[in-house]
């Protein structure tokens, strides 16, 4: 090898620090493997399960039970042993045949072709430009910003404030084939914080809001299932963003969506060589999204009829609704009576409950002035104060509710005079 030539790569290599760096005119074929700094994840071609097609991608380098966690050419497998990953010559990385032929690339698009890339040790692929010194600057296209089913500590997963632009999990077809499913998750895109699983384009799942330590629809997610989960709203840059971080090093960790449509929360047992599962969810039938309809609630403890009609309301088929099938909700008995400055209604309380999707917030200091606010608007039908979340208010049906055991948030909803005859009614203010 050239001296200069040796010499640039040797001081390339020290200027973006310890992690495996490859320059321009590096190939990865097909057998050859590149390691993180540290060993805690692989760069190479696979074949996932018992299929025998071959995909490029990143892998857990401590774990025996070979996991991806990123793929590149997910929905486009080589089929034989002869696949090559290089830098093209406008600078992206790609994927081809023994042929040449393009299966893949990171389709980047920026105005130098001296780059380089990297895999760190958090396992993120890096694409780098060779001749800007500043490691944050200098990154082209990283993986991380194209997830495919694996949420990793310190990937920032979210949603592009200013252009909309949403990252997504989207879930393995099978644990043979990982190209994409059915499933998919990311942000709210109303901009609310909270995550979305839809199925398809219909959500599945929703998180409920976020409360600035835990999500507000999953009580039992504790910053001990977390470790350290954190979302965070980048007003500079127009990003909403979650991140979290592994306490535990020694413990590979990941949330992945599964083809069940699932986000599960593992960890590796080197005892058991296994992944066990210590947070799913939805992991009950009262999680799926809308279970019981418009204005009807979810109540596990209520095996077999789980679902019942919020206080004030009644089934919108009774005949639907006596052979289990909640999805038409429910509807008022009698008709609110609120004409502007003048109404007779009043609110009703219920406790631990997942509040319902489509809120909005309102500016309002404590409890008491967050009812005056919805009472005096006749378009407000419920509401609930929350530290951390402030007054919110909901101006269509209410849906999506489910009760917990213990945990959740009261729910204030507005009933009729005549509904509220003999209920506790709490708070009032007037």
């Not at 390691?35 to 990143?58: A, C, E, M, Q």
């Not at 910003?145 to 997504?168: R, W």
Request: hydrophobic fraction near 35%; include cysteine.
């Amino acid at each position: 090898m050239d001296v200069k030539v040796f010499l640039f790569i040797l001081l390339l290599s020290l200027s973006l620090g310890n992690a495996e760096t490859i320059n321009s005119t590096s190939n990865i074929r097909d057998g050859e493997v590149i390691v993180s700094d540290g060993g805690s994840f692989k760069l190479g071609f696979f074949s996932p399960g018992n299929s025998t097609y071959r995909y490029f991608g990143v892998w857990f380098g401590d774990v025996e039970e070979l996991t991806a966690v990123w793929v590149a050419n997910r929905e486009s497998p080589l089929k034989d042993f002869n696949g090559v990953f290089k830098i093209s010559e406008d600078g992206n990385l790609v994927v081809l045949d023994g042929n040449g032929i393009l299966y893949w690339s990171s389709n980047a698009t920026f105005t130098t072709n001296n780059s380089a890339f990297e895999l760190l040790n958090n396992g993120n692929l890096v694409l780098r430009n060779v001749t800007e010194s500043d490691n944050e600057a200098n990154i082209l296209w990283q993986s991380f910003d194209h997830p495919t089913d694996t949420f990793l500590a310190e990937m920032k997963f979210g949603l592009n404030l200013k252009t909309g632009e949403n990252q997504l999990l989207t879930d393995w077809r099978s644990e043979n084939n990982p190209a994409p499913g059915n499933f998919s998750i990311g942000f709210d895109p109303t901009r609310i914080s909270q995550i979305i699983i839809w199925n398809g384009s219909t959500k599945h799942w929703r998180s409920g809001i976020w409360n600035g330590q835990t999500f507000s629809g999953v009580p039992e997610m504790t910053s001990f299932h977390l470790y350290n989960f954190n979302i965070i709203k980048d007003n500079e840059n127009g990003k909403l963003y979650s991140v979290y971080s592994n306490v535990n090093m020694s413990a590979p960790s990941r949330f992945v969506l599964s083809p069940s449509g699932q986000l599960e929360r593992s960890y590796w047992m080197n005892n058991s060589k296994t992944w066990d599962v210590v947070w799913a969810q939805p992991n009950a039938e009262c999680q799926i999204y809308k279970k019981c309809g418009p204005n009807g609630s979810c109540d596990m403890k209520k095996i077999p009829e789980i679902c019942s009609c919020l206080k004030g309301f009644e089934p919108n088929s009774a005949e639907q609704w006596k052979v289990g099938n909640w999805s038409g909700g429910c509807v008022r008995k009698r008709a609110l009576d609120c004409k502007e400055g003048s109404t007779t209604d009043g609110f009703f309380k219920l406790s631990n409950v997942k509040l319902p999707d489509k809120s909005l917030l309102k500016v309002a200091e404590g409890i008491h002035e967050c009812e005056e606010v919805c009472r005096k608007n006749c378009s407000c039908i419920a509401f609930s104060y929350e530290r951390g979340l402030g007054c919110l208010a909901w101006l269509d049906s209410l849906e999506d509710i489910l009760i917990f055991e213990e945990g959740g948030q009261d729910l204030y909803f507005r009933l009729s005079k005549s509904d509220l005859k003999g209920m506790h009614i709490s708070p009032s203010i007037f």
